[in-house]
């Protein structure tokens, strides 16, 4: 059904099933000795921007895909997802230290940044030729404990790029020349994780009556609030806004520890780590949901174009532009984020997570093929999920066989 529904050759279902090769493996990282298989689902029901989009998610953990589902089947009602972005901004940092005059230094590198953006842009006449480069240089005086630092940000629109490679280069490029300015002696040059102009932002709004009411609404609001001023909170929250993302990020090929850092960098950047998500009662009573967050990721470049999974699911995606793929990425957080809280608000979190976890536990007491079904459903029934029930189940019903 996804390979019809997303166009996808006998190839790309070939690609899904098998995975990647120990070959393919061999190529990509360092040592090879096998491969740690991650499971590939597909989350339904999401309305993003007017279309319908089937969401490949890779990730270990039960009810992630149930939830993102179950979340966006209710967003569709108030017309699902809407979406925006800053577009594919990246930055990188050149660190200069050994400065006797730090804000003198500041002005001049400014005053060379023409010819700072013409060299970076040198680096990478691909990258210019389809409509990116060098948008802006920004210079920091930041105090250290080591002395001041004359840090120079280059600000560059990496398009379809994830960046890490084109922003690395130019800022190595740049180095010799703002030693020659300064006068200092640089150290680091190299991306930032915390893509802060290279957000994604998502909108859905939850009808009171389908959710469960304005208690639901209320309750929602509540525990969301609470996330937004304390940080032990917000850890929580923002981790079930992540494992939407970061299951779609590692589908994709996509470097997942760089959307986590820049995420938990960007919930901190007022000085206190908090949710990166709202939540607000409209006039009509209904629950208006949003978030925003950095989103560095692309659609070419690293193993999104190696990986043959990565591949096919950029191809169920249909996605056209990294921008595009980024603004996904909100929704599926906002999702997944929704629909936890509302059955932390309503029935509890360990509900529907536990009765799915049980079919893990049933695996693992030595449960096969519809056995695993029946021991699941009574462990969850009695809410008693661990192997050794699991086992006194199999041995009762065995007996009764």
């Known amino acids: 059904m996804v390979a019809e529904s997303a166009g996808l050759s006998s190839e790309d279902v070939q690609n899904i099933e098998k995975g990647l090769s120990l ?26 921007d007017g279309r319908d989009v089937l969401i490949p998610m890779a990730t270990e953990e039960p009810s992630v895909i149930a939830a993102a589902s179950n979340g966006a089947r209710m967003a569709r009602a108030g017309g699902g997802f809407t979406t925006s972005s800053t577009g594919p901004i990246m930055r990188a940092q050149i660190q ?4 006797a005059d730090p804000y003198g230094a500041k002005q001049a590198i400014l005053s060379h940044a023409g010819e700072l953006s013409e060299m970076a842009n040198a680096k990478d006449p691909m990258l210019v030729k389809y409509g990116g480069g060098v948008r802006d240089i920004e210079v920091y005086v930041i105090d250290s404990r080591v002395g001041p630092m004359v840090v120079t940000h280059l600000i560059v629109d990496c398009r379809d790029a994830m960046g890490a490679n084109a922003v690395n280069t130019m800022a190595e490029a740049l180095a010799p020349k703002i030693e020659q300015i300064t006068g200092g002696k640089v150290y680091l040059r190299i991306i930032s994780n915390l893509a802060d102009k290279r957000l994604a ?56 520890r760089a959307v986590e850092s820049g995420a938990h960098a960007y919930a901190s950047i ?49 996605v056209k532009s990294a921008d595009e793929l980024s603004r996904i990425l909100a929704a599926v957080g906002l999702s997944q984020n929704f629909a936890a809280l509302r059955a932390l608000a309503s029935e509890g979190i360990q509900r529907g997570h536990m009765s799915l976890h049980a079919k893990n536990v049933a695996v693992q007491a030595g449960a096969k093929c519809d056995m695993i079904e029946i021991v699941a459903a009574r462990m969850a029934a009695e809410r008693m999920i661990n192997v050794d029930r699991a086992a006194e189940i199999m041995k009762e019903l065995e007996k009764g066989a």
């Open 270 to 318: 007022s000085g206190r780590y908090m949710s990166l998500t709202r939540y607000e009662r409209n006039r009509d009573g209904d629950l208006v949901a949003t978030i925003e967050l950095p989103a560095a990721i692309g659609l070419i470049g690293g193993a999104v174009r190696v990986h043959p999974v990565a591949r096919s699911s950029v191809k169920i995606l249909g």
């Open 96 to 99: 200069a230290v050994g400065i």
């Open 23 to 48: 070959e393919q493996a061999d190529k990509m990282v360092e040592n090879v000795i096998g491969m740690m298989q991650v499971p590939l689902g597909i989350a339904t029901n999401f309305l993003i």
């Open 201 to 256: 932002r998502a909108r859905a709004v939850f009808k009171a009556e389908d959710i469960g009411g304005p208690v639901v609404v209320e309750g929602i609001i509540q525990a969301a609030a609470l996330a937004e001023v304390d940080p032990y909170r917000a850890a929580t929250h923002n981790k079930g806004i992540m494992n939407g993302i970061t299951a779609v990020v590692l589908a994709t090929g996509n470097d997942t």
